[in-house]
């Protein structure tokens, strides 16, 4: 039962609250969002046509005329996976999460592999992949789909 001082954190304008031995008290953890439910299955499980028809809509729609420039290259890729993870959650499939990954490369007479690696559950998670391809680049998309308890 030490007095309490009150410290002002100067980086981030936070006040932090410490013992009279200089230590901050435990942090509260997180609470969860919801309740564990000890479902193995979805109830509805995702369909790729639905996540794959968005990604692809939106890949047009946004790239379609645009042209590759390397300096505003990383913000449109930003720009475009926000837009595809937004659509995508707006489909409202029940404990899932997502992780959407754009590219955008030059064409300049290049070959181009890609490849990734993850844990899987090929039984309730999935993946889908959407392409653009214009005179000056092409853009790929991949929406993974990985269900949670």
Not at 12 to 18: S, V
Not at 49 to 77: V, W
Not at 135 to 144: C, G, K, Q, S
């Amino acid at each position: 039962g030490g007095k309490k001082r009150q410290d002002k954190d100067t980086s981030k304008g936070k006040k932090t609250y410490q013992d009279a031995s200089g230590t901050a008290p435990a942090e509260e953890k997180a609470k969860p969002k919801g309740r564990n439910t000890y479902r193995l299955e979805p109830r509805t499980k995702v369909q790729d046509s639905l996540i794959r028809d968005k990604a692809q809509a939106i890949l047009t729609n946004k790239l379609q005329e645009a042209t590759y420039d390397g300096a505003s290259g990383p913000f449109l890729c930003a720009s475009v996976s926000e837009d595809i993870l937004k659509a995508v959650k707006e489909l409202d499939y029940d404990r899932y999460k997502y992780v959407v990954s754009v590219l955008i490369v030059e064409k300049a007479n290049q070959a181009m592999i890609v490849a990734s690696r993850c844990l899987w559950d090929d039984q309730r998670d999935t993946w889908v992949s959407a392409k653009c391809e214009t005179d000056t680049f092409i853009a790929l998309a991949l929406v993974m789909a990985c269900y949670y308890d």
